[in-house]
């Protein structure tokens, strides 16, 4: 009996088999209450539930390889975040998905899947910009007062930094913004390991510059559309090429 | 039908907003618009936070159980912590279940599982935020029917008249019969609640305590409790399931999204404990001990392990080590488990080398720490309490421990325990010495680097339902002074000393061997603030203190107050099959520090064998 507690699946041996699949998740309702490690405890239990041939990471507290995008904060709903998967074998990314979805709690959807090299840095790394939708009152008139404030004049917001409050200026970090019609408003920013904005900084600002009400604020609703990485020529993609299956803005 | 909307900003501003939005997997959606198939609404109601009662089996047992009733939708509702409380009040937000967001008042049935006593007042919040009224007498036609069940329900005289009934024993034997009562009768129940109650209080193991009369002598003690309404029985008998393997058991259960206090698969192995240790009331009032068998084990720990996606199954038990074919058991999960990157914790387990080679298989994929509960410092006080542990036993064990790799054990005590002298207490002392001087007479080569020994002392607190019932609690001072001597005494790099608050246990001792005067208590304590008790950082014994001084109670009568042998309880009108002649033969045999074999070896005809099931058939 011993014998056979001891073996292992022959991990080592394997490894140079093992396929990435990347796939785009949406969430909305309940779930969006959930910190990123509840949100990453889910999807490893809803992998483990749905029985994907996925690999494990080495250690004394062995977990599903899952590898996400970029945190979402609490609070936040999505249309278009991402997770790679390492499985120990190669598998059909549609039925991939098909089966995951079955066994995800409400609210939290795949939309689509595809493999991605191994070899490719990873995902995180790869995260160049977001773009989010903040609904809520009287965040147009806000942002449009913060958008006439004079050019080079710097938005200043408090960040708590590691236990410390710090000033920050957020303007470089906002790439575009526009109204898509009244206070649906859409902010295109930096996003990243390397310079990141959070769209709760934005609504700060909007409260401290653009005199937004603070509850109108915090009852906003906000949503991660979209998470872009660089193409390689300057410009911006996506890390899953779009299907058609998915709604397209 | 109302459902309750939580602005964003509240869920923005609270910790942990995701205790309060449910949605989890396995947590139950049914559809009310289905030709009124649902007649009877059920919110299952925790006193305490969001993780911890969702760690808790009996929520998963009976919501499973309910939730496979055509006629019922079982949901969920926990207390809200401050913040969220603070906010709801503001908003005027009512408390709401967690699967369909419905008041707490428009359920049929509002049911608490007491499993402590320190969670009372969270029961009035809860109440209060769902807009019942507290009293039951204050209740109405269109109320729920408010009713608890659980381990402290045994002795629920403190909590009496804020519940219209009371389950006495196993939640899934009665609540099925209950139900179909109430459904039977539904026009009966708007109509004349009284009645049903009636009516409700001929089903064995229901309790209405607005049917008994308590009076009481001058001296403050029960004086007698009789029933005042015909054709009740004198004494309510618990109720249990003879045969656990013919009742159901949650094979998917609820996956919280985020983490709870005990975030695992539960296997509840049996019921009951053989043991016999007297300070404990778990080891009384679920006996028979019945076993679930091995096959059946397997098959729902597999069944739970792929429908939940957990990577940990623990195994449940008041002892793990008596389950009688725990070595087969746990081979065919650890072969089960383990491929699929499963790991097994064992808690409770005897301190015997089998113990070790099971943790040390089980832990191939995670280590875990050891933890050992002697109970007390000295055999003496070992044979007082019926705990069957050696000294030998202890340090047989550790050598094992240090030569399979462990630093060191956690070892739980109790401190107060009747007769207990300092002598008691510095044998809690010599035996961490014992065991310090054991890891350095080891060769280097053979132990861990380093020793790591913690050291735990509860306070005792005497329990309804054993034969410590009679007995007083040490007081304040006393307790204090030993902790204090154990302080000084545990002084060492490698050793941890931990401690309880000596308020907190003299509160919960009032409240576990309290009678009905202490309703009003609790009202005002709650009146003046008391939430959360069993939360250190909320506890505040002065608000206590402040009640029952109100009412003109004296704490030391509950607490340090040795019982006459001929003394009538406040729960005396409860019977859990164990007879009162046994728990009190065993306090006379604790005083003479003269063990009792436990259940295998030798019946003691404790009265459970009248429930004629478990081990107890076949005597």
């Known amino acids: 009996m011993a014998g056979e507690i001891s073996v292992s699946v022959g991990k080592n041996k394997e490894a140079e088999k093992t396929t990435v699949i990347r796939m785009r998740f949406a969430r909305s309702g309940p779930p969006v209450w959930l910190a990123h490690l509840d949100l990453m405890r889910t999807f490893e239990r809803s992998v483990r539930r749905a029985a994907l041939p996925i690999a494990y990471t080495r250690g004394f507290n062995p977990r599903p390889q899952l590898t996400f995008a970029l945190p979402l904060g609490v609070g936040l709903a999505t249309e278009d975040d991402y997770v790679d998967l390492t499985m120990l074998e190669p598998i059909d990314p549609q039925s991939a998905v098909d089966q995951l979805n079955l066994f995800l709690p409400s609210g939290l959807t795949v939309l689509t899947g595809g493999v991605v090299s191994a070899k490719d840095p990873s995902l995180m790394s790869l995260i160049q910009a977001a773009e989010y939708l903040l609904e809520g009152q009287g965040i147009s008139a806000a942002a449009k007062r913060i958008a006439g404030l004079p050019q080079g004049q710097p938005w200043l917001v408090e960040k708590n930094q590691k236990g410390n409050m710090v000033t920050v200026d957020i303007r470089p970090l906002l790439m575009d913004m526009y109204d898509e019609s009244l206070d649906r408003l859409f902010i295109q920013v930096k996003a990243g390991s390397k310079s990141n904005l959070r769209p709760k900084l934005f609504l700060d600002a909007l409260v401290r510059l653009g005199g937004l009400n603070p509850l109108a604020a915090a009852d906003t609703a906000i949503t991660r559309t979209k998470l872009l990485i660089a193409d390689g020529s300057g410009g911006l993609k996506s890390p899953l090429p779009r299907s058609g299956a998915f709604r397209q803005r | ?619």
């Open chain 2, 1 to 619: 039908m109302s459902t309750v909307n939580v602005p964003r900003h509240v869920l923005q501003s609270v910790i942990k907003p995701a205790r309060y939005v449910g949605g989890e997997w396995g947590s139950v959606h049914k559809d009310l618009s289905a030709d009124d198939q649902i007649r009877i609404r059920f919110a299952f109601c925790f006193p305490d936070t969001y993780e911890i009662g969702m760690s808790n089996l009996a929520l998963q047992i009976l919501y499973d159980l309910l939730n496979k009733r055509q006629d019922t939708w079982c949901e969920r509702c926990f207390a809200p912590w401050i913040d969220m409380a603070e906010q709801m009040r503001i908003l005027g937000l009512p408390l709401y279940s967690l699967e369909s967001y419905t008041p707490l008042r428009e359920f049929d049935f509002v049911g608490f599982t007491l499993q402590y006593e320190l969670s009372y007042t969270n029961v009035l919040s809860m109440l209060d935020l769902g807009g019942i009224p507290l009293l039951s007498a204050d209740r109405k036609s269109d109320d729920p029917l408010v009713i608890a069940g659980g381990p402290v329900t045994y002795n629920i005289e403190p909590m009496a008249d804020f519940f219209d009934l009371v389950i006495i024993g196993e939640g899934e034997e009665v609540l099925p019969e209950l139900l179909d009562l109430y459904d039977a009768n539904r026009s009966l129940v708007s109509r004349n609640r009284r009645e049903f109650l009636r009516l409700a209080a001929r089903i064995e193991g229901v309790y209405v305590p607005a049917f008994y009369h308590v009076s009481y002598h001058p001296d403050g003690t029960v004086a007698a409790i009789r029933p005042n309404e015909p054709g009740l029985p004198a004494r309510i008998r618990k109720r249990i399931i003879r045969d656990l393997d013919r009742v159901g058991f949650p094979l998917a259960g609820i996956v919280p999204s985020t983490e709870i206090v005990h975030d695992r698969i539960f296997l509840e192995l049996f019921r009951g404990c053989p043991r016999g240790c007297r300070f404990c009331q778990a080891g009384m009032i679920y006996r028979p001990v019945r076993e679930k068998s091995t096959d059946r084990l397997v098959d729902q720990a597999l069944a739970i392990e792929r429908a939940t996606g957990y990577d940990e199954l623990g195994l449940l038990s008041l002892s793990t080590s008596d389950y009688s074919e725990l070595a087969e058991l746990t081979d065919r999960l650890l072969c089960h488990l383990t491929p699929r990157q499963t790991s097994l914790s064992l808690p409770s387990l005897r301190l015997d080398s089998f113990s070790l080679e099971l943790m040390e298989k089980a832990s191939k994929t995670r280590k875990s720490g050891l933890t050992f509960a002697p109970e007390a410092g000295t055999q003496r006080l070992r044979d007082v309490i019926n705990k069957n542990i050696t000294e030998d036993d202890l340090l047989t064990a550790m050598r094992l421990a240090f030569l399979g790799g462990w630093k060191g054990a956690k070892l739980y005590f109790m401190l107060g325990l009747p007769t207990e002298t300092m002598d008691d207490v510095e044998g809690i002392a010599d035996l961490t010495r014992k065991i310090e001087a054991l890891y350095n007479e080891l060769p280097k080569s053979r132990r861990p680097r380093r020793l790591e020994m913690t050291v735990s002392t509860a306070l005792f607190v005497p329990k309804p339902f054993t034969p410590f019932q009679w007995a007083a609690q040490a007081t304040p001072q006393q307790l204090d002074e030993r902790i204090r001597r154990l302080r000084t005494l545990l002084r060492s790099r490698s050793v941890k000393y931990q401690w309880h608050d000596t308020d907190t246990s003299r509160l919960e001792a009032i409240l576990a061997r309290g009678d009905r005067r202490l309703g009003p208590v609790i009202l005002a304590a709650w009146q003046r603030g008391a939430r959360f008790d069993a939360w250190q950082e909320h506890f505040q014994m002065r608000i206590w203190i402040e009640a029952l001084q109100a009412a003109g109670l004296d704490p030391d009568f509950y607490t340090v107050r040795e019982r006459s042998e001929d003394e009538i309880f406040p729960w005396s009108h409860i019977d859990i099959g164990v007879s009162q002649s046994y728990l009190l033969s065993e306090y006379r045999r604790a005083q003479l520090a003269q063990t009792t074999p436990q259940c295998r070896d030798a019946c003691s005809f404790c009265g459970a064998e009248s429930f004629e099931g478990g081990i107890c058939i076949g005597r």
